[in-house]
């Protein structure tokens, strides 16, 4: 059975540091989807990686994979308040749809 | 494109009764995807089409529990003899077959059984 581990599950910091939530998967997946998801709302697509080595930005954030730890990190720099969400870290096994981590809920704090 | 739609936004019902949702995709996207969602939790794959036919279903889904897309387009998911435990969010997702891989959500349909 596929297994999408976030950590943290949940993170408070600062206006203007940087950090990085971290999603392992258990079997060979070569497509890794991050989303976001703001309150009573439903998901935005933030990543999609399609292949070991890469690597996505999109302003503050950044996304890599490495298909061979399983490992893929969403990397926030000089974090601003309007980051405030959780993020979900999902693993694609095929046609059979995703496999949703259980999300980072980021709070930023002035 | 206005993207994937979902009707109604929420839903309250007494345990016992039946529900329908209803999915519009976005227009030529010939994969569908059901999700739910608990509070608190990561969306859960429930079912999938391509086109009008079903290639999966999770073991989540039981047997009250019936998705179709007729004709290929949208897509109705039907809880029948609803419990307290259906109460989750609703999610419909859709996707080419090829290019990005990209599934777009839907805005959801919240179910709550009272």
């Known amino acids: 059975e596929l297994k999408v581990e976030q950590n943290p599950l949940f993170l408070s910091m600062q206006e203007g540091k940087n950090y990085t939530i971290y999603c392992n998967y258990s079997?060979?997946?070569?497509?890794l989807y991050w989303y976001r998801q703001d309150p009573g709302k439903s998901l935005e697509s933030l990543f999609v990686?399609?292949?070991?080595?890469a690597v996505k930005q999109e302003g503050r954030l950044m996304a890599s994979l490495d298909t061979k730890a399983r490992l893929s990190t969403l990397h926030i720099t000089a974090a601003v308040h309007d980051l405030s969400a959780t993020y979900f870290c999902?693993?694609?096994?095929?046609?059979?749809?995703?496999?949703f981590g259980k999300g980072t809920h980021l709070i930023i704090q002035p | 494109d206005t993207g994937v739609s979902q009707n109604p936004r929420h839903k309250i019902t007494k345990r016992g009764q039946n529900v329908t949702f209803r999915c519009d995709p976005i227009?030529?996207?010939?994969?569908l995807y059901w999700y739910r969602q608990t509070l608190g939790q990561g969306p859960e794959f429930l079912t999938y089409?391509?086109?009008?036919?079903?290639?999966?279903k999770s073991r989540l889904l039981s047997d009250r529990f019936s998705a179709e897309r007729p004709k290929g387009s949208f897509s109705t998911l039907e809880i029948q003899r609803t419990e307290q435990g259906d109460s989750a969010m609703y999610l419909c997702?859709?996707?080419?077959?090829?290019?990005?891989?990209?599934?777009?959500f839907g805005p959801g349909t919240r179910l709550t059984v009272t």
């Open positions: 997702a859709s996707r080419t077959s090829g290019g990005s891989y990209e599934q777009y």
């Open positions: 079997t060979t997946s070569d497509r």
């Open positions: 990686l399609l292949s070991n080595g």
């Open positions: 999902a693993v694609d096994r095929g046609a059979d749809g995703l496999t």
């Open positions: 227009s030529e996207h010939n994969r």
């Open positions: 089409f391509q086109n009008e036919a079903q290639l999966e």
